[in-house]
């Protein structure tokens, strides 16, 4: 008989061995879990503020929006949660972690939180995690970022007018290099009355069909960013639209009246280019 032959009863005795001590005189057995696996079990990443043992998930769809007077935030909320924990820290650099410390801003039971506390034009990091009445905490949110916005936009530059006809006046201008969105056309009917928005565009032109024949206007444009805040005038130009055979003239506005014995005195406003010789 080979050695191999003659070990082979020893390991199955072995075995049996093991299972005996295993059942002992009860015929159970209970499986131990090593310390090791038990402490390394649902850990979170490498990240010490995150727990062992998260209840649930991180809220998701977490979102920063920056304003003018505040920063609000918002989230999708947890069937198990019962607040939501913000915190915020003051952003240091453009790096994920170039972050100052965290620091727990406020406890709400919300989806939603409005930070109008916020420093004006600091720009801050912020992050959310649920709890529930048991002092469980889920994982934080990825941090966003958001800043409470009060810097206008640099004013538009080089306000041309580029042409005048019968259906307007045309404009355009260069964008001054700001972080404006959209901006805002103004006219006037002279250099020192008020200017009037008469429209906004997310293009570097504007064409006014809606000013009178015939009559000069000042324009002027101002550009808006993305929360509202507004830049100062650009360079102001005159334009007018033409005056055609087929314009209709605006009927006179009737002023004062003011009777003098028997001869009454009206005063009236015409359009400056309608040829009235009597009326």
Known sequence: MSQQHRLRPAVIASAAAVVVLALGLGGTADAAVPDAAASSAGRVGDDPDQPDNPLYDAPEGFSVASGREAVSLSWGTLSAATAYEVYRAEAEGTGPDEVGPYALLATVSTGSYVDGDADPDVEYAYKVRARDNAGHVSPYTEPRRGTRDTVAPFAPRDLTRVREDE???????????????????????????HRTKIGTTTSLTFRDTKGEA??????????????????????????????????????????????????????????????????
């Open 167 to 193: 259906r307007g006046v045309t404009l355009t201008w260069r964008s001054g290099d700001s972080d404006a969105v959209k901006y805002a056309v103004y006219r006037a009917e002279s250099p020192g009355a």
């Open 214 to 279: 015939g009559l000069t206007y000042v324009y002027e444009v101002r550009g808006i960013d993305a929360v509202g805040n507004e830049s100062g005038a650009s360079n102001s130009v005159t334009g007018t639209k033409s005056v055609t055979s087929a314009t209709a003239p605006k009927a006179p506005t009737v002023g004062s009246a003011t009777l003098a014995g028997k001869r009454l005195t009206l005063s009236r406003q015409q359009s400056p280019y309608v040829p009235v010789s009597s009326g």
